[in-house]
């Protein structure tokens, strides 16, 4: 069984949101709702600042809070070990979308929680996530960590990586590297 | 997150009772989920989400398109769109476009329209016509015009007798880009730019901000090279996106660029950093430049442009360390003060001095392969007056200087102009002085509008022509130069929904009423193409079927080590003192010249991109709106702390001629000097027909009453505005 993953080199990422939108057309994603988002924060007085874009989804976490929060195993993992949500079986509590520490998830205006599905409808094609291929940056990379030659597992071997909210125990298979420092002036 | 932890507790509460109660419910829905599913075709076509022009393939399925991604087969988008080009669903099926054309029945300008067909609308713009060019000459009818459906347009006109077209894209953006590396190095440095990003070492952005720029491929190399450890070098106003990448931001004062190239050029030159045997071999005017650089000092530079002098000194080092790989990035919209030419020279001269012009992680050259022009008719056009759309601008390029347009239709200097044709071109958004704009209109005979969306300047028409989007029309092949040379075609994913045409339609039809059916000789515009394949020895099928073709035996990027190579100058070398701006009274190299700084309690206005839209095009479209609905005000935080200003409150600009702005929201920030106020361009739209886009955000060109005129090219320096600030009551 794979492990799928996405590593998110932040150095590359330049704010195109092109991501947001492609996620929004592939998936249908309804007005005002984003599967996925790019925060920008900035530190530091002018001129010396500092600035990180960081692309933020579904972190497909091995150890999900929002599985264990579901009444109705609706959200479950998926034989590929992504984290997955049964529409039909959902039955729009939203225990997942306050369960979930990333704020991953929305209620569609349909009734049922919706959330980054890693595109399991383009992988199946053996295609790459839409936000993945599209990414003007290549800031997104995804692929089997069980692969050993795969980019991802590459890039996770070479580089140090970081999660978000590790203390929260969740085990996210969404993976930030920096691979050097940039700074203002 | 909107539900709070009571609400939670509530619903926890209701679904344990509905859980039980819906499990039969859910079976049914199962059953029914069976629906044959229709097969998507995809057909490629080319992008007009902005003028990179990607190659797209869109998906459609049931007549209806329902995504579109880019074409690997095409550089400028390799696979890849930007999330303007994802959001051309939104174009297509905003319920706002044009839908049938539209006559004006109140005064000029009011906006008061009644639907027409097709025959009334061009009927009464050919009624008109006549009777200009009987009374004034053809030459009166004058056409401002962006994008593909210039082609048609320009070729009526000309065809009718007039020879007065602009385009925005000239004097109010690259021209003098163009102008400046035309003089020096014979040619243009090319749109999409020539740039070998993915290979540079070290890339200088003075100005330009790539991201929150988003023309594809160049975005997708500035990565690529930042993912490969190029040092970069942003030279802004403001901490943009790509300073947040960058080693050196060096937040310069506004308007004194040309003090930091020439200060460059200086220590490049002093401590002998420069790429002697390229400029040996390829350069004239060397030692003219080492004697006018060398009162450009670092420790001056310092004084005019806010940069320390010790970082003047080691980021010339950082480049002359590099070269030949350094990209100095020429930039796009240039037209910033009144010596646009000038600023871009030292641009192009620091790029030879570097030896990075036809080198690796420069600028590469244009590919070996021409096409002989295949013309829309074999017809000659008719004699004219002298054209009037270059002024008196010894250097203005072929596309026209859209302010000659105004002057002239204000002035009747040297002759009237009665009529404007507007295609493609926002004319409020685009150009500065609205006050100008409006007053010229005022005088014109016949204004008509050619568009897909009811535009403010659409608004001003006496007649609404409604153009069809990019996805459900042919244009003209787009010969692409990328490293290596391609074709790629425009061609309808689906039909023109509502009552709208393609632009060569539009220009045929009025054509025929004009008696100009000579000139139109094919039925439909892929008849045309299918011709114009064959001249060229493409299979059109083939074309049609991948979007794309490509030519790789016609890239050749570099100069080759010690290649005797000659380029397109009088001289066959690169000009670095250029001889033919001396012959017209302009300095051969540039001069520092000082421009006017905002008094206290005054900021500089400055604007610029955002990602999600393409200038005033996109403000109203559903799904780019979304993301960007309005635009900010970019204050210092230092500055909005004095005037008790807080991130998100409304203010209102007025200028230095007292024109205020539409209330917009402060973006309070260190990203930005002091001593400027930053918008992104095209918001603030007066357009009642535009719902989403109406009053929202602040319209920049609204506050550029003022502009300075470069001499040399007719450029217009849009960047000489102040405001102040004032919170709104």
């Not at chain 2, 344990?16 to 029914?32: D, T, W």
């Not at chain 2, 020429?330 to 790029?351: E, K």
């Not at chain 2, 042919?474 to 689906?494: M, N, T, W, Y």
Request: hydrophobic share 35%; with cysteine; proline share 6%.
């Amino acid at each position: 069984m794979p492990r799928y993953v996405m590593v998110i080199d932040v150095e590359r990422c330049i704010g195109c949101m092109a991501c947001v939108i492609t996620c929004k057309k592939e998936n249908d994603v309804p007005a005002e709702h984003y599967r996925t988002r790019v925060v920008e924060e900035v530190r530091g007085e002018f001129p010396h600042l500092r600035m990180e874009l960081r692309s933020e989804l579904c972190n497909h976490c091995e150890n999900a809070p929002c599985i264990d929060a579901c009444p109705t195993r609706a959200s479950y993992r998926a034989k590929d070990g992504t984290v997955q949500i049964d529409k039909i079986k959902c039955i729009g509590c939203k225990a997942c979308i306050l369960a979930c520490p990333y704020d991953a998830r929305y209620s569609h205006p349909k009734g049922y929680a919706d959330k980054c599905t890693f595109c399991e409808h383009r992988i199946k094609e053996g295609k790459k996530p839409a936000c993945v291929e599209t990414c003007l940056g290549k800031s997104r990379i995804f692929g089997d960590l069980d692969e050993p030659n795969s980019e991802v597992a590459e890039l996770l071997k070479k580089y140090d990586a970081s999660v978000r909210l590790e203390f929260a125990g969740t085990k996210p298979r969404v993976f930030y590297i920096k691979k050097k420092f940039a700074g203002g002036m | 997150m909107s539900i709070t932890r009571r609400d939670f507790l509530k619903i926890g509460a209701v679904t344990a009772g509905a859980l039980a109660a819906s499990a039969p419910a859910i079976k049914s829905v199962m059953a029914l989920g069976k629906k044959p599913v229709s097969l998507p075709q995809y057909i490629p076509t080319t992008c007009e989400m902005c003028f990179w022009r990607c190659g797209v393939i869109a998906k459609v399925v049931d007549g209806k398109v329902v995504k579109l991604d880019g074409n690997p087969l095409h550089p400028n988008s390799r696979g890849k769109l930007c999330a303007r080009g994802h959001g051309g669903i939104g174009l297509l099926y905003d319920p706002d476009r044009l839908k049938t054309p539209l006559i004006n029945t109140g005064a000029r300008g009011e906006a008061k329209f009644k639907k027409a067909s097709w025959d009334e609308a061009l009927g009464y713009v050919a009624d008109k016509m006549q009777k200009i060019k009987e009374k004034y000459g053809a030459e009166s009818i004058a056409l401002l015009t962006h994008g593909t459906i210039s082609t048609y347009f320009m070729h009526l006109l000309q065809a009718y007798g007039s020879p007065n077209f602009a385009m925005p894209s000239f004097a109010l953006c690259r021209g003098a880009r163009g102008v400046a590396f035309e003089v020096t190095f014979g040619e243009d440095v090319g749109n999409p730019e020539r740039l070998d990003l993915q290979n540079s070492k070290a890339i200088v952005l003075i100005g330009s901000h790539l991201g929150e720029n988003a023309h594809n491929s160049q975005c997708q190399e500035f990565a690529e090279a930042i993912g490969k450890g190029a040092t970069l070098i942003v030279v802004d106003p403001r901490f943009s996106t790509a300073a947040g990448k960058a080693k050196y931001w060096l937040p310069i004062k506004p308007a004194t660029d040309l003090a930091l190239l020439l200060a460059w050029c200086n220590v490049i030159i002093n401590e002998g950093l420069y790429d002697k045997d390229y400029v040996a071999r390829y350069t004239t005017g060397f030692n003219e430049v080492v004697q006018a650089v060398k009162e450009y000092t670092p420790d001056w530079a310092e004084k005019e442009t806010d940069i320390p002098a010790s970082i003047i000194v080691e980021t010339a080092r950082v480049l002359g360390k590099n070269k030949p790989s350094v990209l100095i990035h020429p930039g796009r919209h240039t037209s910033w003060y009144g010596d646009n030419v000038q600023r871009q020279r030292a641009v192009a001269i620091l790029t030879a001095l570097l030896g990075a012009y036809g080198r690796p992680g420069g600028i590469y050259l244009n590919p070996k392969k021409k096409f002989e022009p295949v013309f829309l008719s074999e017809e000659d056009y008719p004699d004219h007056k002298p054209a009037l759309n270059k002024g008196n601008y010894p250097f203005a390029g072929e596309e026209g200087v859209t302010h000659a347009i105004v002057k002239a239709t204000l002035t009747e200097e040297p002759y009237p102009i009665k009529a404007w044709f507007t295609t493609g071109t926002n004319i409020m958004k685009a150009m500065p002085n609205q006050r100008d704009t409006l007053k010229a209109v005022q005088k014109l005979d016949l204004l008509v509008a050619v568009d897909m969306m009811p535009y403010d300047g659409v608004m001003l028409a006496d007649v609404v022509l409604p153009e069809c989007t990019y996805l459900e029309r042919h244009d003209d092949f787009f010969v692409v130069k990328e490293r290596a040379l391609g074709i790629s075609i425009r061609q309808p994913v689906v039909q023109p929904m509502y009552d709208t045409k393609p632009g060569w339609w539009i220009a045929k039809e009025l054509g025929k009423r004009l008696g100009l059916e000579r000139y139109f000789s094919w039925n439909t515009f892929e008849e045309f193409l299918k011709h114009k394949a064959e001249v060229w020895g493409i299979d059109y099928s083939e074309l049609a079927k991948n979007g794309y073709i490509n030519f790789p035996e016609s890239e050749k990027p570099y100069i080759q080590p010690g290649e005797d190579f000659k380029f397109k100058t009088p001289s066959g070398k690169i000009e670095l003192y250029s001889k033919e701006l001396k012959e017209h009274g302009f300095d051969p190299v540039p001069k520092y010249t000082k421009h006017e700084q905002p008094p206290e309690g005054w900021f500089r206005l400055i604007y610029g991109r955002a990602p999600v839209h393409t200038f005033s095009r996109t403000t109203n479209n559903p799904s780019l709106w979304e993301l960007m609905e309005e635009n900010v005000a970019w204050i210092n935080a230092k500055v909005a702390k004095r005037k008790g200003l807080k991130n998100g409150d409304y203010i209102v600009l007025v200028n230095q001629d007292g024109v205020k702005s539409n209330k917009v929201r402060a973006k309070v920030t260190e990203r930005i000097r002091p001593d400027c106020i930053y918008m992104v361009h095209g918001f603030g739209s007066t357009s009642k027909m535009l719902r989403k886009a109406y009053l929202r955000g602040a319209d920049d060109q609204q506050l550029i009453t003022r502009y300075a005129i470069d001499p040399i090219s007719g450029t217009v320096g849009m960047r000489v505005n102040f405001v102040k600030v004032t919170k709104e009551v």
